[in-house]
Each structure stands twice: as structure tokens, then as C-alpha cells.
């Protein structure tokens, strides 16, 4: 039981939170790419690009996939139950 509890604490996240998380990835998966993009334009190597997506991709996974303190700050309450 004590496993589960910590795995449900892990995963998760708040409305808003959801939220923001698809907003910071697709920023973060944006900048990176545009980034890595002209960077292998200028350098004529197309690896820069795909390495700098997945690279991002990594970090988001890490960054945004665990339920993390800082996006459970506007949690749902719920009501209690009827009599």
C-alpha cells in the first residue's frame, strides 16, 4: 500500500498544472527545435537539429512527466459527502 500511495503522489497534477505543462513543452520542444535548426542550417549538419529535439523531448520528460511539488499548488477540493 505504502508503494501505491508514493506512485499516486508522483503522478498527480492539478487542472491548471496540466495546463501549464503542455504550454512550457511545447514551448520548450519550439525554442529547442528553432534553436537546433539554425544552428544545423548554419553548420549544414541536420543531426544538430534531430539531436536537439530528442534532447529536449529528455528533458521533458524529466521536467514535466513527475508529478512534482511545484505543480500541485492548485489542487482540487473536493466536497465532502451528503448525509
Given at each position: 500500500d505504502m508503494v501505491h500511495r508514493?506512485?499516486?503522489?508522483?503522478?498527480?497534477?492539478?487542472?491548471?498544472?496540466?495546463?501549464?505543462?503542455n504550454l512550457y513543452?511545447?514551448?520548450?520542444?519550439?525554442v529547442v527545435g528553432l534553436i537546433s535548426f539554425i544552428l544545423g542550417y548554419i553548420e549544414q549538419r541536420f543531426?544538430?537539429?534531430?539531436?536537439?529535439?530528442?534532447?529536449?523531448?529528455?528533458?521533458?520528460?524529466?521536467?514535466?512527466?513527475?508529478?512534482?511539488?511545484?505543480w500541485k499548488k492548485d489542487r482540487v477540493h473536493w466536497r465532502g459527502k451528503r448525509d
Open positions: 508514493f506512485w499516486i503522489y508522483l503522478n498527480e497534477m492539478d487542472f491548471k498544472s496540466q495546463q501549464r505543462v513543452f511545447r514551448v520548450l520542444i519550439f543531426y544538430y537539429c534531430v539531436y536537439g529535439i530528442i534532447g529536449a523531448f529528455f528533458l521533458s520528460v524529466i521536467l514535466f512527466v513527475p508529478g512534482y511539488p511545484w
